[in-house]
């Protein structure tokens, strides 16, 4: 799997061969829109938290914590891009904690879409028994599992490096940009995070694909709420594109070792920052946009907080707000 940190570290191995002017350009350009998806995401995180009913919901309890995970990894991969075009090198420690950061919140996204779906496959199918399985309990439970299952494959993965830099490196300061290949000289940790991550995306996406079918076959029940039942199957059908989404950096690293043995050093650097902030960047934000834009009782909250700063402009001040939002704002 391709990470935000490999991918890094194959675009700041050219970065090395672009003058200062070329290096700024496209420090801007990738760090505006990181900017406004991470405004984005953090205006949705603070929406997620402004209102009792998303404090007590389950489904929006499990969009806060894939949020946060998201948000947080698009922040780091920022980060550690800027670093890199600005040619800082970092210490092992350093390097190695910023990598298992994003080690960390990655594997969150997947493990946050199953239980996703399997809380709207149980809202569709068994809608009577909803309110006692999917508790704000057994939701808070689910995601401290999820935690310590991310937690474990980083602690595997940082006494893998551990060892392999015991055997390795004589010093802590490093030569070379932060990536993945700079703190990973061991065969078997690669071995490994390739193990457990084609295992984790299989798992995940069986997982979601039956819910998506168990929806479909309870949607053709009479006793079934088929509005409901649409609005799920639609969900848990963005669900699979969002695994897909997260699943594709395999592709992409693929794609860019393709491109880097066909191309000039420097042409392929431009490639590559496109595709980070296509397939790195972007994905990150999209669960805020779709469930923003989606969701009846989100939207008109998310979209006064957006506009907050206007909304309090001086020269604004003298437009009402719409009467839905002020109704959201003041329950």
């Not at 509005?227 to 969002?242: N, Y």
């Not at 794609?255 to 990150?284: C, E, G, N, T």
Request: aromatic share 10%; charged share 15%.
């Amino acid at each position: 799997m391709l990470y935000a940190n490999q991918s890094q570290t194959n675009i700041t191995v050219g970065l090395q061969y672009q003058g200062l002017l070329e290096r700024l350009m496209f420090s801007f350009l990738t760090s505006v829109p990181c900017c406004v998806f991470l405004f984005i995401n953090g205006t949705m995180l603070f929406t997620l938290r402004s209102k009792h009913v998303f404090r007590e919901t389950s489904r929006y309890i499990l969009l806060y914590n894939l949020l946060f995970a998201d948000t947080v990894l698009m922040a780091q991969s920022q980060l550690m891009y800027i670093l890199a075009a600005s040619r800082l090198w970092m210490t092992y420690p350093v390097c190695g904690a910023l990598g298992m950061l994003a080690h960390l919140t990655r594997k969150i996204s997947p493990l946050t879409l199953v239980a996703m779906s399997l809380e709207r496959y149980v809202a569709v199918c068994y809608p009577l028994r909803h309110a006692t399985i999917i508790t704000k309990r057994n939701t808070g439970v689910a995601i401290c599992v999820i935690w310590a299952i991310s937690s474990l494959n980083v602690l595997t993965q940082v006494l893998l490096m551990i060892n392999s830099h015991v055997e390795n490196t004589v010093s802590l300061q490093m030569k070379d940009f932060c990536g993945k290949e700079s703190i990973f000289f061991d065969p078997i940790s690669d071995l490994y995070e390739k193990a457990y991550t084609y295992c984790l995306f299989v798992s995940a996406g069986i997982v979601v694909a039956c819910s998506y079918i168990g929806v479909m076959v309870a949607a053709r029940s009479a006793s079934t709420d088929r509005d409901s039942a649409v609005k799920a199957r639609k969900t848990l059908l963005l669900h699979l594109v969002q695994l897909g989404l997260s699943l594709s950096s395999t592709l992409h690293n693929l794609l860019l070792i393709a491109i880097s043995k066909i191309i000039d050093r420097i042409l392929s650097v431009r490639i590559q920052i496109f595709l980070y902030v296509l397939v790195i960047i972007l994905p990150r934000c999209l669960s805020a946009l779709i469930y923003g834009i989606r969701d009846q009782t989100i939207r008109p909250v998310l979209v006064y907080h957006l506009c907050c700063q206007w909304k309090r402009s001086p020269l604004l001040s003298v437009v009402p707000a719409k009467a839905k939002i002020s109704v959201l704002i003041a329950s």
